[in-house]
């Protein structure tokens, strides 16, 4: 309930609110003021302002007063609804425990994530564009917990601050991404592949592939069935892709499908004695010792199944540590060309190892929707430490989107959810209110309406 307005007046010791000994003057007539307007006001004056108490009449009357409503209701940012799902506290910890903030004046980390994410979610293509962008919605900066950026400032933080924080927020935000799903060991199926991205030539300290061709690849691994990766790693486009799956998590008892850049004889017998089935592809001069030969349906697309053993020796004299048997089941694809698929599950049908390596697609899908989306195509800054900020930068964009997702139920498809979050980002509207119209305030009809072109 509004209690009173208070209006200001020079100083008159004449008229105040209580007389000589502190003692209240009796109750003077409504001012003229008042009496003009019709409105029940009351005047108390004091030695330098006037108290109109509003605890009757007409204003106190109002519905809506009376049940403590607030007229002006707020609502935060698009933006602010996807922030909220970031692990603040941890971040706090992960700043304070790498020193991120250590000597820091002006732009703290938290500012240059709040400023990194605004680019990858409104489509920013360049620092100038972010930091335009940010200064025209300043005034919404501050629900964000966020200030205004400057150029120079925010590529030298690119530079400079370490990348471990980014990294490890979203080693955290996959795991909270992945904790509702509940599922079997024997059920779960993780895709493991690698893209690359290409960058100019001032990354060539680092990132040189050829005469005058530059890169990075970005190693993931995906969980088909949720949508989401669970691990991501970032190196040199001249790194091969076995050099980096050999440091990845092994999750005992799950499936990985992955293609010939994963072909490792030592790593697949990893695989095998932690109890994991795989599903790759043979190498076309890789033979087998068939002992067995399977039946398979007729007029399908797989055309042979077999069992056997791969060779006993690998280049060099070196002992193969692959030495339990595996299958190998020959299928022809939809245009036409013959796969030759490897697997240690000798008890799965022909048809469901050929399916288990047809959802190596869902990965190349996540690939190509990041890279169209997102903003891992052009890079903000051409240091090493710049490109892998704004890689992890852009997956933890992705999780947010995802989680933001699923906590609605109004959008269902993740594109379009993403360009009404870009074309709302930040409009004071709630994420599950992207696609509907604001319904008009309130109105009192206690209340003078004016109307104006």
């Known amino acids: 309930m509004v209690l009173g307005s208070l209006v200001g007046f020079e100083r008159d010791p004449i008229r105040t609110c209580t007389g000589e000994g502190g003692k209240r003057p009796k109750a003077r007539a409504a001012s003229s003021s008042a009496a003009i307007h019709g409105c029940p006001v009351e005047f108390c004056w004091t030695r330098s302002m006037a108290l109109i108490p509003l605890g009757s009449g007409r204003f106190a009357?109002?519905?809506?007063?009376?049940?403590?409503?607030?007229?002006?209701?707020?609502?935060?940012?698009?933006?602010?609804?996807?922030?909220?799902?970031?692990?603040?506290?941890?971040?706090?910890?992960?700043?304070?425990?790498?020193?991120?903030?250590?000597?820091?004046?002006?732009?703290?980390?938290?500012?240059?994530?709040?400023?990194?994410?605004?680019?990858?979610?409104?489509?920013?293509?360049s620092l100038r564009e972010i930091v335009t962008g940010l200064e025209s919605h300043a005034a919404r900066l501050y629900h964000l917990g966020a200030h205004s950026v400057r150029r120079a400032t925010l590529s030298d933080a690119n530079a400079r601050r370490p990348v471990a924080v980014f990294a490890e927020v979203l080693a955290v935000l996959m795991r909270q991404a992945h904790r509702g799903l509940r599922r079997k060991l024997a059920e779960t199926t993780y895709l493991?592949?690698?893209?690359?991205?290409?960058?100019?030539?001032?990354?060539?300290?680092?990132?040189?592939?050829?005469?005058?061709?530059?890169?990075?690849?970005?190693?993931?691994?995906?969980?088909?069935?949720?949508?989401?990766?669970?691990?991501?790693?970032?190196?040199?486009?001249?790194?091969?892709?076995?050099t980096v799956a050999q440091q990845m998590p092994i999750e005992p008892g799950a499936t990985y499908v992955f293609d010939l850049g994963y072909y490792d004889y030592s790593w697949w017998a990893k695989l095998d004695a932690a109890q994991c089935r795989i599903v790759t592809r043979f190498k076309a001069n890789t033979p087998l010792a068939v002992v067995e030969e399977l039946a398979v349906p007729r007029g399908g697309n797989i055309l042979s199944d077999h069992i056997g053993f791969l060779p006993a020796r690998q280049a060099k004299s070196r002992c193969n540590p692959m030495q339990d048997a595996v299958r190998e089941v020959?299928?022809?694809?939809?245009?036409?060309?013959?796969?030759?698929?490897?697997?240690?599950?000798?008890?799965?049908?022909?048809?469901?190892?050929?399916?288990?390596?047809?959802?190596?697609?869902?990965?190349?899908?996540?690939?190509?929707?990041?890279?169209?989306?997102?903003?891992?195509?052009?890079?903000?800054?051409?240091?090493?430490?710049?490109?892998?900020?704004?890689?992890?930068?852009?997956?933890?964009?992705?999780?947010?989107?995802?989680?933001?997702?699923?906590?609605?139920?109004?959008?269902?498809?993740?594109?379009?959810?993403?360009?009404?979050?870009?074309?709302?980002?930040?409009?004071?509207?709630?994420?599950?209110?992207?696609?509907?119209?604001?319904?008009?305030?309130?109105?009192?009809?206690?209340?003078?309406?004016?109307?104006?072109n």
């Open 61 to 125: 009357d109002d519905p809506d007063t009376r049940r403590g409503i607030n007229a002006m209701r707020h609502q935060n940012s698009v933006f602010h609804g996807l922030l909220k799902h970031l692990p603040w506290g941890e971040f706090d910890r992960l700043v304070t425990e790498h020193g991120a903030d250590s000597r820091v004046r002006r732009l703290t980390t938290k500012d240059q994530l709040v400023a990194l994410l605004y680019g990858q979610l409104s489509g920013a293509s």
């Open 192 to 242: 493991i592949d690698a893209t690359s991205v290409r960058l100019n030539g001032h990354s060539a300290g680092w990132a040189r592939f050829a005469t005058g061709v530059c890169g990075a690849k970005v190693h993931v691994i995906y969980d088909a069935d949720a949508d989401r990766p669970i691990y991501a790693a970032v190196s040199a486009a001249n790194v091969n892709d076995i």
């Open 330 to 452: 020959h299928l022809v694809t939809e245009t036409g060309k013959v796969l030759r698929l490897l697997s240690n599950d000798l008890d799965a049908t022909a048809n469901e190892i050929a399916d288990l390596y047809k959802r190596r697609w869902a990965i190349e899908l996540f690939f190509r929707w990041v890279k169209q989306i997102l903003r891992i195509t052009r890079f903000l800054g051409t240091s090493e430490n710049a490109v892998k900020i704004q890689i992890a930068v852009a997956l933890i964009a992705f999780l947010l989107l995802r989680l933001a997702q699923a906590a609605q139920k109004i959008v269902h498809s993740p594109l379009a959810f993403a360009r009404l979050v870009r074309a709302n980002l930040m409009h004071r509207r709630a994420l599950n209110r992207l696609l509907q119209i604001d319904p008009p305030p309130p109105s009192n009809p206690d209340q003078l309406a004016l109307q104006w």
